[in-house]
């Protein structure tokens, strides 16, 4: 690794793969011998239209998603999502169920009230979302638009590690966990990401929605804000987040060369060293339920808790950046996404065991 950079265990915008950058770095001031930036080319150009269709027929070939599904790449992130969800597809009269596990899924809860009905099919907040709610505890409509949660709870560290099968169309906010691993995009009407967490950098929100579920859009709608201008505008309605979409692409190629199989086994690995070591020790501890621990966002705290500044001020000594929890919450909490090294999580567990040494 290039000596001035450090381990960023941000939870977003995080860590880029480096061999990204460098790519992004070499073809920066010309992109291939267009004799202009990707910063710099029309968006409605053949150059850009290649890279927009490459990003596209990777991420469907990794996540093997076919013709029955819309692959859009908007703006506003998956907060604008919160809202846009409800405005296409909660209609006048109808309910949306939702599932709350934790702070994002609640947040998407808030939005959708300011819009139409919802139904809170099951609240994890007994556990303190610790652990997700049991399936057959979940109060589901008759008859509801769509059924919403979130696969990863970014802030509580709480992950899905199977999805339900429902009856009314599933979303997902995926944000902190799209292509960290498998998942069967046919389970879902519609998912959706912002890209700074695991797909590149912000500005760009991916969202991939079944077709039948896209042309029950309402129509109604301010042009803008309806999916359907953006699926059949192929997300050139405007202006699209240019070079965060080409970055995204090389994202996915730097997936497809190691291979995804080759990228999730060392995602289990990462978490697995971190968790094993925080579950030894008595000095940091992860409350989360086990089988529900995210892969992604490993939240910790030390026992004798007057010694997180002393923690965060020595592991920026050390190289091991944004390791502070969320505001909200505090404690520290470790984001070990998909461009998170394998050695990153060893030298945080070797910080962490030094740290202990000296202190406990
Ligand atoms: C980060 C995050 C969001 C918010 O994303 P923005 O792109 O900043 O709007 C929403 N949901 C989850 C699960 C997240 O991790």
Not at 2 to 25: A, H, I, M, W
Not at 32 to 44: A, F, P, T
Not at 137 to 156: F, M, P, R, V
Not at 323 to 344: D, E, F, K, T
Request: glycine share 6%.
């Amino acid at each position: 690794m290039n000596y001035q950079r450090k381990y960023n265990f941000s939870p977003g915008p995080s860590q880029l793969p480096e061999e990204v950058l460098v790519s992004v770095q070499s073809e920066l001031l010309n992109y291939q011998g267009s004799g202009s930036s990707v910063m710099e080319l029309s968006h409605r150009g053949a150059e850009f239209q290649s890279i927009i269709k490459q990003t596209e027929s990777l991420l469907r070939e990794l996540l093997t998603i076919d013709d029955n599904y819309q692959v859009l790449f908007l703006q506003g992130g998956a907060s604008a999502q919160f809202t846009n969800i409800p405005l296409n597809f909660l209609k006048p009269g109808q309910i949306a169920d939702y599932l709350v596990t934790g702070q994002w899924s609640k947040k998407a809860v808030e939005e959708a009230k300011r819009i139409g009905q919802v139904n809170v099919v099951a609240d994890g907040k007994a556990s303190n979302y610790l652990s997700l709610p049991e399936l057959d505890s979940w109060k589901l409509s008759d008859q509801s638009c769509y059924l919403h949660l979130a696969s990863n709870e970014t802030i509580g560290g709480l992950q899905f590690k199977s999805f339900p099968n429902s009856k009314s169309p599933l979303i997902a906010d995926m944000s902190s966990d799209i292509l960290s691993r498998r998942f069967d995009i046919n389970q879902f009407a519609m998912v959706y990401a912002g890209a700074q967490k695991n797909l590149g950098p912000a500005g760009v929100t991916l969202v991939i929605v079944r077709k039948d579920l896209l042309a029950t859009a309402n129509v109604e709608l301010p042009v803008y804000l309806n999916y359907q201008t953006h699926a059949e505008a192929d997300s050139c309605y405007n202006t699209p987040p240019c070079f965060s979409i080409y970055v995204m692409g090389e994202v996915l190629k730097w997936i497809k060369e190691q291979s995804f199989d080759h990228l999730i086994a060392n995602n289990q690995k990462k978490a697995n060293l971190l968790y094993d070591f925080i579950d030894q020790s008595s000095f940091y501890s992860n409350p989360v339920q086990k089988e529900f621990r995210s892969e992604m966002n490993v939240p910790f705290l030390i026992a004798d808790n007057s010694l997180e500044n002393k923690f965060l001020y020595l592991a920026k000594e050390n190289g091991l950046l944004n390791l502070q929890g969320h505001r909200s919450v505090g404690g520290m909490r470790a984001s070990i996404y998909n461009a998170m090294p394998y050695a990153g999580v060893e030298a945080l567990v070797n910080f962490m065991k030094n740290f202990e040494k000296e202190c406990a």
